[in-house]
């Protein structure tokens, strides 16, 4: 199965080729010409006050507290439960994570 694989590689893609001496090329070759992409770390942008909450906090939840004026695990108090839940991007697991981090402080939500 793989030199079948191989030989259809080797004829499908001509930066892959024979070398005068018949051998296949190496594809370190061609890996080397194509540009090193880096992963962009979250910014403040896509991960507003990311500091503020515990670690697990998804990108779409926090951009969800950061649109409703939450900036603080504190000022989570002051929200109903179904209310934090209906906000866009509030998932379960990050319900579950500023459940947790309210109660490790001391609050609870309001009307709980």
């Known amino acids: 199965m793989m030199c079948a694989i191989a030989i259809a590689t080797v004829r ?43 670690r697990g906090v998804s990108g779409p939840a926090l951009r969800a507290l950061a649109s409703a004026g939450v900036r603080s695990v504190q000022e989570l108090s002051q929200w109903r439960e179904a209310d934090l839940a209906a906000l866009h ?12 981090a309210l109660k490790a402080s001391g609050g609870r939500f309001r009307g709980s």
């Open 12 to 54: 499908g893609f001509p930066h892959i080729g024979r070398s005068p001496a018949g051998s296949l090329q190496r594809q370190t070759d061609y890996q080397k010409s194509r540009p090193v992409v880096h992963m962009a770390r979250p910014s403040e942008a896509t991960h507003p006050n990311q500091a503020a909450f515990p």
């Open 89 to 100: 991007g509030m998932g379960p697991k990050a319900l579950t994570v500023l459940t947790e």
